[in-house]
């Protein structure tokens, strides 16, 4: 690929597939073997750019940064670290709109590797299976844990879900900012992006609707 190419693929944001890219390898080194290679990498960089790598302040830095990148930022890429997510039977009989509001995106563009910071708003119906509500909290924040653009967040946790919780009736929705739009490149500072997927019920406008003005009365987020 052309270096004009690559910029075109970062600037217009394109996703390639739902699911995250991965090699085949991508589990074979151990999380501790990952952070040593990574930190020499990461050393290289920092050397490449000039700095004195000998400085107490910089001298930890790549090891700092090759175990953020393992256990914090993109701890979602390891299948294993998925949320056990237990599903109860809706004794209940809860039959009507359930609104998970305002859960904190911190999540990070695949093409820039900038954050995206935001707010996901989740919604379903239950049928026969319901989750302790913490959990789509956690589902939410795994998936943003990996290189990722926005469409490709929602989708997942939207499929997740849907496959979790047994019912096509979900609806998910995420607002963000996009550092590699506000501090580089156009460095828009107020835009922030809004992707929006739902299945079964939530296809009517009508329940949509609802869905919309349990979130505003609720909150300012979405405006
Ligand atoms: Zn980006």
Avoid: W
């Avoid at 940064?65 to 809706?90: D, H, Q």
């Avoid at 379903?124 to 795994?142: A, C, F, M, Q, W």
């Amino acid at each position: 690929m052309d270096k004009i190419q690559i910029e075109v693929i970062g600037d217009n944001h394109i996703g390639t597939s739902e699911k995250t890219p991965m090699r085949a390898d991508a589990f074979e080194r151990t999380e501790a073997e990952k952070i040593e290679n990574i930190q020499s990498h990461f050393s290289k960089i920092m050397k490449e750019m000039g700095l004195d790598l000998t400085d107490e302040s910089l001298s930890g830095t790549p090891y700092r940064v090759a175990k953020m990148y393992i256990k914090e930022l993109f701890y979602g890429l390891n299948p294993n670290n998925r949320p056990k997510i237990s599903t109860f039977p809706n004794t209940y009989g809860y039959q009507n709109i359930l609104v998970e509001q305002d859960i904190n995106i911190d999540s990070s563009c695949e093409h820039h590797f900038l954050p995206i910071i935001g707010k996901a708003h989740v919604g379903y119906i239950p049928e026969h299976k319901v989750i302790g509500l913490s959990k789509i909290n956690r589902l939410v924040d795994y998936y943003a844990h990996r290189p990722q653009v926005q469409e490709r967040l929602c989708v997942q946790i939207f499929k997740d879900l849907q496959e979790t919780l047994g019912t096509k009736d979900v609806i998910v929705v995420i607002s963000a900012k996009h550092l590699c739009v506000s501090s580089r490149s156009i460095k828009d500072k107020e835009s922030f992006t809004t992707t929006l997927n739902y299945g079964g019920v939530f296809v009517n406008l009508d329940k949509r609707a609802e869905f919309f003005n349990l979130l505003k009365n609720n909150g300012d987020h979405i405006k």
